[in-house]
C-alpha cells in the first residue's frame, strides 16, 4: 500500500444556532497527523481560531438582523476568496 505524505491542513467551518452565525478555523500541521497515527499526540497540537471570539451561541453574528446578515456574508465572501487563491 502506497504512503501518503501529510501536509498542513485549514479547515474552515461554519456553525449556526438558532439565528446566531460563528466562525471557525482550524490550522492542523502535518507531523499532527503523524503523531496521531500512534495514539493521541503529545507534542504537536492544532489550532482553533473562533469569531466572533465570545465563547457563548449568543455572541455569534444575527442573522435576524441586517447587519448580521452582510457581515456573514461578507465573511462567506472573504474564505471563498481566500480558497480561490490557493492560500
Keep these: 500500500m502506497r504512503r ?14 438558532s439565528k446566531y452565525v460563528t466562525f471557525y478555523k482550524a490550522m492542523i500541521p502535518a507531523p ?3 503523531e496521531l497515527g500512534d495514539g493521541l499526540p503529545q507534542k504537536e497540537s492544532v489550532v482553533i481560531l473562533r469569531w466572533p471570539g465570545e465563547s457563548m451561541p449568543e455572541a455569534g453574528l444575527n442573522i435576524a ?3 448580521g446578515r ?14 480561490l487563491n490557493g492560500n
Excluded: N, S
Excluded at 485549514?10 to 449556526?16: E, G, K, P, Q, S
Excluded at 456574508?73 to 480558497?83: D, G
Design 70 to 83: 452582510r457581515e456573514v456574508l461578507e465573511v462567506l465572501t472573504r474564505i471563498r476568496q481566500h480558497l
Design 32 to 34: 499532527y497527523f503523524a
Design 65 to 67: 438582523e441586517p447587519d
Design 4 to 17: 501518503v505524505q501529510a501536509r498542513d491542513q485549514t479547515v474552515y467551518v461554519v456553525r449556526i444556532i
